[in-house]
Each structure stands twice: as C-alpha cells, then as structure tokens.
Nanobody
Framework: HVQLVESGGGSVQAGGSLRLSCAAS????????MGWFRQAPGKEREGVAA???????SYADSVKGRFTISLDNAKSTVYLHMTNLNPEDTAMYYC?????????????????WGQGTQVTVS
C-alpha cells in the first residue's frame, strides 16, 4: 500500500498561482500512475491532471495551458503547478494513485487517495 498526503492549498486571488504537493510513503518502490482530482460542493469529482508510469501527462480541457503536473521520483512527490487561477478552480483537490492502469479521468479506477487540500480562488 501507499499513503498519500497533499499540501499547498490555500486562498488566492484570481490570476494567482499555487503549487500543490502530494507526498507518497509506504510502498514507493513500485511505479504508480498518479492523478490530481478536484471536487467542488455539489459537483462530482473530476480529473484535473495525470501522469502515467512513463511520464506521459494528461489534462482536463479546462486546465490545459494553466496547470502542470510533474513527478519527483527521488522525493516520491507529485506536484500540480496551477497558474492563472479563476474562481471556477475553487474546490477540494485530491491526489490519487494506482499501481495498475487506471482509466483516467475515472476516479473510481484509482485505488489510493489522499485526504485533500482546499483551494479557494476569489
């Protein structure tokens, strides 16, 4: 198993930037398909960005050109660099991982989840 802990959320004004971090611990010797999801009140959880085991990345259309996902294998940490934030980006952001081949952006196909970090854009 792997444990995921997110950090870096907060409140920011529209147009601002934040960098979210997701630190993995436990069984980090295996390679994982990692993703970032978000969920706003009253809405379904949606995929934001993902990075596969070969380093390939995928993004939701709503964040392309603004968000960047990256992986630091030495630190077992996945990052989500968010720029040009707008109020529609306000949500709880979750890090997720899977040792197999999850069907991003389908959240239910990811086995491991962090507790989330809140991002509020005003």
């Amino acid at each position: 198993h792997v444990q995921l802990v997110e950090s870096g959320g907060g409140s920011v004004q529209a147009g601002g930037s934040l960098r979210l971090s997701c630190a993995a611990s436990g069984n980090t010797d295996s390679r994982y398909y990692m993703g970032w999801f978000r969920q706003a009140p009253g809405k379904e959880r949606e995929g934001v960005a993902a990075i596969d085991k070969d380093g390939g990345t995928s993004y939701a259309d709503s964040v392309k050109g603004r968000f960047t996902i990256s992986l630091d294998n030495a630190k077992s940490t996945v990052y989500l660099h968010m720029t040009n934030l707008n109020p529609e980006d306000t949500a709880m952001y979750y890090c997720a991982g899977d040792r197999g081949e999850p069907r991003w952006p389908t959240a239910s196909t990811f086995a491991y989840w962090g507790q989330g970090t809140q991002v509020t854009v005003s």
